[in-house]
């Protein structure tokens, strides 16, 4: 894992040198710097670190470099080093947004802790920026958002044979969008001016779905009073949706076989047949070429739709874009509900990376509406999956080589971050759920280092 940047500045140079090899050994990557000027000129808004300066140097001092850090970036951490005169100026500065302050002298272990929760809360505001940055150049295409490899050729494809008049049949699992992509194989052609028809063959019943499909004239049955156009013919010059094909009828497959090979509809109760300028996109959520999985579905239909096959890879096989689309799902469900678009909690971040999304797109469109919602009681479920229960024996092994009164205070402080992060910092929850009086929860805090604000 790459070192996390610090920017690292005093003008003592034997201190600066001290503490760049103290950062070093803690695992960050210390950027030392003499004065708040050259400092200041190396940061922009995309820093992905965070700062940590004296108080006290000649010319800009350590406040009125972090003044000019709010002014850049309000969120770049600041971590204001003091003298014990300097106390007061130091929780002055953390009211205006400083992150934090340590005094002199520190130990490693008191800077890595407080540099780790800032560095994480600063990986937090970026992240949240690109996902809302993603939301806003984001279209309507929501379940082709992404840069996995897969996404990318599937884009690729589509924008290749969207204008053709090739049929396709498109694979993919419950809830991967295999409508969007039917859509924009419309939109993107010459046929985007005509209409789009979409007929999902698992819902209508087998006794409509003939009239459904190849409509018929008046009189052709009881009850037949007028002329019906079906959805073939309805869809000519544009593109017939056919999802879930794999649950139409046999009988009507036989029909439906003709007419992608003659181009030709027969309506009920007519002797006429009728050309038509005709595209079809079929959807299936099997794997058709498999005869096991066929079952009862004809094989010369099955090679007949399959001129071009496009495959959409389930949300488990491109975990990378699961950032992104939530992105687009929150802006799109905050814009629905009126509601401010929510920002992504360790928690929630943590659900995104360790679930495996077995209901897809879908399944993250609904997540994002409930996130937006506040209603999320299942997002603290997800911590426990993202690392490996640990048993006596694995705690005496981390332990190795510390007294136990170390051992102690490093179970407690997870405790006790663990326990705040459950009820996301709220204060009279996580008293209740330790046992413990207010007072010595603060004093903990303070002695462990850990910042209630972070798990808010």
């Known amino acids: 894992m790459t070192p996390l940047p610090v920017v690292l500045v005093d003008d003592d140079a034997d201190l600066r040198r001290a503490t760049a090899q103290m950062l070093e050994l803690?695992?960050?990557?210390?950027?030392?710097?003499?004065?708040?000027?050259?400092a200041l000129a190396s940061l922009d808004e995309s820093f992905p670190g965070c700062v940590v300066t004296d108080i006290r140097m000649p010319g800009m001092d350590g406040l009125e470099l972090f003044s000019r850090l709010r002014a850049l970036d309000p969120e770049i951490p600041v971590i204001l080093v003091t003298g014990h005169g300097d106390v007061d100026l130091a929780v002055s500065a953390m009211k205006d947004g400083a992150y934090d302050f340590i005094a002199k002298p520190?130990?490693?272990?008191?800077?890595?802790?407080?540099l780790r929760r800032a560095l994480e809360?600063?990986?937090?505001?970026?992240e949240n920026r690109a996902l809302r940055a993603m939301a806003a150049r984001s279209g309507d295409d929501g379940p082709l958002i992404g840069e996995a490899p897969a996404i990318r050729r599937l884009r690729e494809a589509l924008r290749q044979i969207a204008d053709t008049d090739v049929d396709v049949l498109v694979e993919?699992?419950?809830?991967?969008?295999?409508?969007v992509v039917a859509d924009l194989l419309h939109r993107w052609s010459r046929r985007r001016d005509r209409p789009f028809v979409a007929l999902n063959c698992g819902a209508l019943p087998e006794t409509v779905i003939d009239a459904e499909l190849f409509g018929f004239e008046a009189g052709a049955f009881t009850g037949a009073q007028k002329r019906r156009v079906g959805r073939i013919e309805h869809s000519g010059g544009g593109t017939l949706f056919l999802d879930e094909i794999e649950s139409m009828p046999p009988a009507l497959q036989v029909k439906l076989l003709r007419v992608l090979e003659t181009r030709q509809v027969d309506p009920l109760g007519t002797n006429a047949p009728r050309r038509i300028d005709l595209r079809v996109v079929a959807a299936v959520k099997i794997d058709l070429s498999d005869p096991a999985a066929r079952g009862d579905f004809r094989e010369d239909l099955y090679y007949r739709l399959n001129v071009v096959t496009l495959r959409i890879p389930p949300l488990r096989e491109r975990r990378e874009d699961v950032p992104l689309l939530f992105g687009h799902f929150l802006r799109r469900a905050a814009e629905r509900f009126g509601r401010p678009v929510p920002a992504l909690s360790p928690a929630l971040s943590r659900h995104l990376a360790a679930h495996d999304w077995p209901g897809n797109v879908r399944e993250l469109v609904h997540f994002a509406e409930r996130t937006v919602l506040g209603l999320d009681p299942d997002i603290g479920l997800a911590a426990p999956a993202t690392r490996p229960a640990q048993g006596p024996d694995d705690l005496l092994s981390a332990d190795e080589g510390l007294s136990l009164p170390e051992r102690l205070d490093r179970h407690e402080a997870a405790l006790i971050r663990s326990t705040l992060e459950r009820h996301r910092?709220?204060?009279?929850?996580?008293l209740?759920?330790?046992?413990?009086?207010?007072?010595?929860?603060?004093?903990?805090?303070?002695?462990?280092?850990?910042s209630r604000r972070d798990f808010e």
């Open 106 to 114: 520190f130990s490693g272990e008191r800077i890595a802790g407080t």
């Open 121 to 126: 809360t600063r990986r937090l505001v970026l």
């Open 425 to 430: 910092g709220d204060v009279r929850r996580s």
């Open 432 to 450: 209740e759920a330790l046992g413990i009086a207010r007072k010595t929860f603060y004093d903990k805090l303070q002695r462990h280092g850990i």
């Open 26 to 38: 803690e695992g960050f990557s210390p950027r030392p710097f003499a004065d708040a000027p050259a």
């Open 172 to 179: 993919g699992e419950t809830g991967t969008g295999k409508e």
